[in-house]
Nanobody, 121 residues
């Protein structure tokens, strides 16, 4: 059974930090790009950050709105992807979703259940 289990969300003051974690199981972690999306009330889900392995290194992409403040990383030994969020702003408030999309041998994609991040002004 495929699972993406997010944790680490919560309430934080503006300017604060949070680290989200996503533990993956049920698929070959190394064969997938991993990402974080978010969705605020009344808005469409948007990509926040994505990490992809090409060759022997990881490449990271970020939404312009979070560049320089958020960092995505992953621990292959733990099948876990992280999103370190710093200098948080009220507009970062949203449900954050972990996402996996297959790079090799297929087109599967998976979503986590989401974790709420609320940034108080």
């Amino acid at each position: 059974e495929v699972q993406l289990v997010e944790s680490g969300g919560g309430l934080v003051q503006a300017g604060g930090s949070l680290r989200l974690s996503c533990a993956a199981s049920g698929f070959t972690f190394d064969d997938y790009a991993m990402g974080w999306y978010r969705q605020a009330p009344g808005k469409e889900r948007e990509l926040v950050a994505r990490i992809t392995e090409r060759g022997t290194r990881d490449y990271e992409d970020y939404a312009d709105s979070v560049k320089g403040r958020f960092t995505i990383s992953r621990d292959k030994a733990k099948n876990t992807v992280y999103l370190q969020m710093t200098s948080l702003k009220p507009e970062d408030s949203a449900v954050y979703y972990c996402h996996a999309d297959q790079l090799y041998g297929g087109y599967a994609e998976y979503w986590g259940q989401g974790t709420q991040v609320t940034v108080a002004s």
